[in-house]
């Protein structure tokens, strides 16, 4: 069974910063890529940024030079730095794996963590 459990997220002020934490628990064999989705009330679910486990990096264009994405393979965390918060910002962040390879099925699969709010107040 794979887990996705997404922490950091919370209250705070325009031009403020927070970090994201998620871990992906389980017999975890391999995994292609984490990353963060958001979703804001009346929109769809976007990339924010993701990084591949070669450490390839994507972001989406609102978000360059403010967000950074990290990770840490040998634990399956995904990081998000994110600076300089605008009201914008404001969304259910989610955690995403994907081609995640369990050690019960071998077939590469996608898993999504419950998600965190973020709220940026202004």
């Known amino acids: 069974q794979v887990q996705l459990v997404e922490s950091g997220g919370g209250l705070v002020q325009v031009g403020g910063s927070l970090r994201l934490s998620c871990r992906a628990s389980?017999?975890?064999?391999?995994?292609?890529?984490m990353g963060w989705y958001r979703q804001a009330p009346g929109d769809q679910r976007a990339l924010v940024a993701k990084?591949?486990?070669?450490?390839?990096?994507e972001y989406t264009y609102s978000v360059k030079g403010r967000f950074t994405v990290s990770h840490d393979n040998t634990k399956n965390m995904v990081f998000l730095q994110m600076n300089s918060l605008k009201a914008e910002d404001t969304a259910v962040y989610y955690c995403?794996?994907?081609?995640?390879?369990?050690?019960?099925?071998?077939?590469?699969?996608?898993?999504w963590g419950q998600g965190t709010q973020v709220t940026v107040s202004s």
């Open positions: 389980g017999q975890i064999l391999n995994v292609g890529a």
């Open positions: 990084i591949s486990n070669t450490g390839t990096t």
């Open positions: 995403k794996a994907e081609r995640l390879i369990h050690s019960t099925d071998p077939f590469p699969r996608d898993y």
